[in-house]
């Protein structure tokens, strides 16, 4: 393996708009297109070819390949500016790499068949806006595209904070500044607080990966700023239980009390596959917090916050995610298959119909 292979390589990946390429010792390159996952008919990688790649890498983020190493997140840059988020890490003493490919331009809402609503949800003043969903189900993205609305429209200071910088945007009415961690800051919770200090408008949050980050990122809402994170939860009941979950019981009330006040939305996603097996598009379900849904955060009746969703489909713009199942499959555009493959009620079928 030299620099010249692995950019053609990941050339190849780009044109062919695959998501992700994985490289490991003793396998060929493998490629996931269309959700499936494609053996490369390139020869399998020795160590050495893996040792390769994750080293240039680390110099390309202007780190060297410590002795200790076990796991890293980085990015890499293509000259023709081709980008990719990168996973390295360690499995049976070798070295693996799994690149996942990040689009050249930030699509819009329209692009990505994302809900028109959530031109809507960045309107608001204040408060903590949460893009949830499995790993690689397109939180990034979203939340890219947001951020970019709102860069196109409005005049903010918007800080992002990430690990590592995916989307590369260059201030339009906004002023974007992008900051990565192990890089520019030592950590979240870190480059919260500092940010707190550079007239902040919007605040990005890679990730609400622990109780530091999630209470700072609760703090700075409730000081008049709009912040925006992910989490890895299925949709917007899971996503406040494990909000809530971070905190001690005997704190567990007033988070309460404090999250119903500050949740602007949640918006969460999986990919699904349409009938020809040609695209993946999103499945979303929005949850905004309306007076209903805040008392039920305040009060931890967090199961009936479906069944409001669903009712205020009409008046506020939201819809769950079986809702969204329902219209793509009266559309014609995902099997039932697919849907119920997504879809945790076991009473889809009898919803499509009786809707």
């Known amino acids: 393996m030299d620099s010249k292979t692995l950019n053609q390589i990941l050339e190849i990946a780009f044109a062919k708009r695959v998501s992700d390429v994985h490289f490991e010792v003793d396998n060929p390159p493998f490629f996931r297109a269309h959700g499936q996952l494609l053996r490369s008919k390139l020869a399998s990688l020795k160590p050495q070819d893996t040792e390769f790649i994750a080293k240039t890498i680390m110099a390309n983020n202007q780190r060297e390949l410590p002795d200790d190493f076990s796991e890293f997140d980085a990015s890499y840059s293509l000259a023709n500016s081709g980008r990719f988020r990168v996973s390295i890490f360690k499995q049976r003493g070798h070295l693996g790499i799994v690149m996942r490919v990040i689009p050249p331009e930030i699509g819009t809402f329209s692009d990505l068949k994302l809900p028109a609503v959530l031109a809507e949800i960045v309107k608001a003043p204040n408060g903590l806006v949460l893009v949830t969903g499995p790993t690689g189900n397109g939180k990034s993205t979203t939340l890219a595209s947001m951020l970019n609305y709102m860069n196109e429209k409005y005049a903010y200071n918007i800080i992002t904070i990430e690990d590592p910088i995916e989307f590369l945007f260059t201030s339009q009415k906004s002023c974007i500044i992008q900051r990565e961690v192990g890089i520019d800051t030592r950590d979240f919770s870190s480059a919260l607080k500092a940010s707190l200090r550079m007239d902040p408008d919007v605040i990005m949050v890679g990730e609400l990966r622990d109780l530091e980050t999630i209470d700072a990122c609760i703090k ?20 406040i239980n494990r909000l809530i979950g971070h905190f001690p019981p005997d704190s567990q009330e007033i988070i309460r009390q404090r999250l119903a006040d500050i949740l602007v939305a949640t918006v969460s996603l999986r990919l699904v596959e349409d009938k020809a097996g040609e695209n993946i598009i999103p499945v979303v379900e929005v949850m905004r917090t309306t007076t209903t849904i805040q008392a039920c955060i305040r009060d931890g009746n967090l199961d009936d916050i479906e069944g409001h969703i669903e009712k205020g489909s009409a008046q506020y713009q939201m819809q769950s995610m079986d809702q969204h199942l329902i219209q793509l499959c009266k559309k014609g555009i995902i099997s039932m298959k697919e849907a119920k493959r997504v879809s945790n009620s076991m009473d889809l079928e009898r919803k499509l119909t009786f809707t």
């Open 220 to 239: 700075a809402s409730e000081t008049g700023h709009l912040v925006f994170s992910t989490l890895h939860t299925q949709n917007a009941s899971s996503t």
